[in-house]
């Protein structure tokens, strides 16, 4: 965590103003995990030793919450959340550290659905860690035509849930600077990039209730929010970091078609199995799509008297990505506790309620049933 961020944060309980102790600098630590087998596309300068905070507190000046900076992250979760999470993943440094904290949180009180959300897709994104290479395309593909490469240059925005960074990864290149936030340990995997891009912060929150001062140019949200159990709650934390007239740009699933009948089925097992054996079973439903959609739809969609027919094929988006992101594809459908499927007058609604005009909806082409929106806050 750089000494910036605190321009851009506050309590999440009470909107207070955060002061920052310090336990523990980057260069007194032995090192950070970075990417297993990929990088990002460039890599600035490295920041000086000292200038990230690796372990240290954040106390809030108005209700005296307090929230630790753990591995370079603020962990700026709701308190029910926050313990949760401290005990699951960071027994160590509450162990080591619990006498510097007035009263720490507990899990009791935690709502279920989202711990299950909260530990699948931190499973997911700290251990997906080769799919950056392809992402570019597909990452201005979910937010077209409301964001080009042009509309991040020199501008401050918000990622709602940023899962291992590979949409910051993208908008960094494009003269960003960026906070991404997520509600799982994906932060950590996400804050890797601050070693390449001074200009990222990371910071786990929950997106129903964003720890940020409205300061963002706009705010962007990829394929997140079908997977939070009241989504209108997001686009309400969402206004509250922005300004009047500022922009929300967000991609979310459409109602599904028939032919995605069977994976909602699957999904009632595959949500209580064991995490690696439904990456297992990923494999094999790739495997399958491969063979049996995929393949076929190459062959269609090079006759042009049966372009059109390929055309109307399901999953044909991952025919021109590599296996891999068919895998995590795949695993994403599977894992995820909630998942709802949306119309376009729902999300007209969500804009609505908290506070969104100018609202357009598009309906993108190439892949099945989703919307990619926009508003204006009011």
């Known amino acids: ?36 087998d990929s990088q990002p596309p ?9 200038e990230e905070i690796w372990e240290g507190k954040l106390t809030c ?26 005990r699951e993943f960071h027994g160590d440094f509450i162990a080591r550290y ?10 009791a009180g935690a709502e279920r659905k989202r711990v299950e959300t909260m530990n699948a897709f931190g499973y ?15 990452f201005y593909s979910f937010v077209r035509p409301y964001l080009a490469p042009e509309d991040f240059r020199g501008k401050r925005v918000l990622d709602v849930g940023c899962g291992s960074g590979r949409p910051a990864s993208v908008v960094l290149n494009d003269g960003a600077e960026v906070v991404g936030a997520d509600i799982s340990q994906a932060v950590e995997s996400a804050y890797a990039l601050s070693a390449y891009y001074p200009n990222f912060h990371a910071v786990q929150a929950d997106a129903s209730a964003l720890p940020f ?10 394929a997140v929010i079908q997977h939070i159990p009241r989504p209108g709650d997001v ?32 999904r009632l097992l595959t949500t209580r199995l064991p995490y690696p054996i439904v990456r297992v079973l990923s494999w094999v439903c790739a495997i399958a799509s491969e063979i ?5 739809y190459r062959v269609l969609a090079a006759i042009p008297v049966t372009r059109r027919l390929a055309e109307r094929m399901p999953g044909r988006i991952y025919a021109r990505l590599p296996f891999r992101e068919n895998v995590l594809g795949w695993f994403d459908r599977l894992i995820a506790p909630v998942t709802q499927y949306f119309s376009r007058g729902d999300v007209e609604r969500f804009y609505a309620d908290a506070g969104f005009e100018q609202v357009e909806l598009y309906a993108r082409p190439d892949a099945s049933a989703s919307w990619v929106g926009q508003g204006r806050k009011r």
């Open 1 to 36: 965590m750089k000494q910036r961020l605190l321009d851009f944060l506050q309590c999440p309980e009470c909107a207070g103003e955060l002061d920052l102790d310090a336990f523990l600098r980057k260069d007194e630590h032995p090192g950070l995990a970075l990417f297993k």
């Open 42 to 50: 460039t890599a600035p300068a490295p920041l000086q030793p000292g």
């Open 61 to 86: 000046r108005g209700c005296a919450r307090e929230f630790p900076v753990i591995a370079g992250v603020p962990r700026l979760l709701p308190s029910a959340l926050l313990a949760a999470s401290l």
């Open 98 to 107: 619990r006498d510097r904290f007035r009263d720490l949180p507990d899990p």
């Open 124 to 138: 997911q994104w700290t251990t997906f860690l080769q799919n950056f290479d392809n992402y570019r395309g597909l």
């Open 213 to 222: 001062k409205p300061c963002f140019d706009f705010v962007y949200s990829v």
């Open 235 to 266: 686009f309400k934390s969402v206004a509250r970091t922005l300004s009047p007239g500022q922009r929300f740009v967000v991609w979310v699933y459409g109602r599904r078609e028939w032919w995605y009948k069977p994976i909602d089925a699957l």
């Open 292 to 296: 049996l959609l995929l393949t076929p």
